[in-house]
């Protein structure tokens, strides 16, 4: 079964920082580049950051570079999310899912499928 399945969200200060975790189980994701999206309430589900199979590509949304940091652990099926100095606009539902395929780049939300159930991240004081 193709599954993806996050942990670690929470509540934190701002400026607090946070590390997200979404386990990768099945024979065609576990082999996939891997994206974290975010949804805030009344808004659009938006890309946050993506990793290539290899890990040797990444990307990141311009509202978290240089605060966001994804990798990835092949051996253990589990592709990460740091996130550092917060804001209480990156409180949203977090989500991870597997890049099925290539026909756009790679921060399209279209080209991905196997959605988790999402995770909560609160950043208030």
């Known amino acids: 079964q193709e599954q993806l399945l996050e942990s670690g969200g929470g509540l934190v200060q701002p400026g607090g920082s946070l590390t997200l975790s979404c386990a990768v189980s099945g024979r065609t994701v576990s082999r996939s580049g891997v994206g974290w999206f975010r949804q805030a309430p009344g808004k659009e589900r938006e890309f946050v950051a993506g990793?290539?199979?290899?890990?040797?590509?990444?990307e990141y949304d311009d509202s978290v570079k240089g605060r966001f940091t994804i990798w990835r652990d092949n051996a253990k099926g589990t592709v990460y999310l740091q996130m550092n100095s917060l804001k209480p606009e990156d409180t949203a539902v977090y989500y991870c899912?597997?890049?099925?395929?290539?026909?756009?780049?790679?921060?399209?939300?279209?080209?991905?499928?196997?959605w988790g159930q999402g995770t909560q991240v609160t950043v208030s004081s």
């Open positions: 899912a597997a890049r099925l395929t290539y026909i756009r780049s790679i921060s399209s939300i279209f080209d991905y499928g196997h």
């Open positions: 990793i290539s199979y290899s890990g040797d590509s990444v």
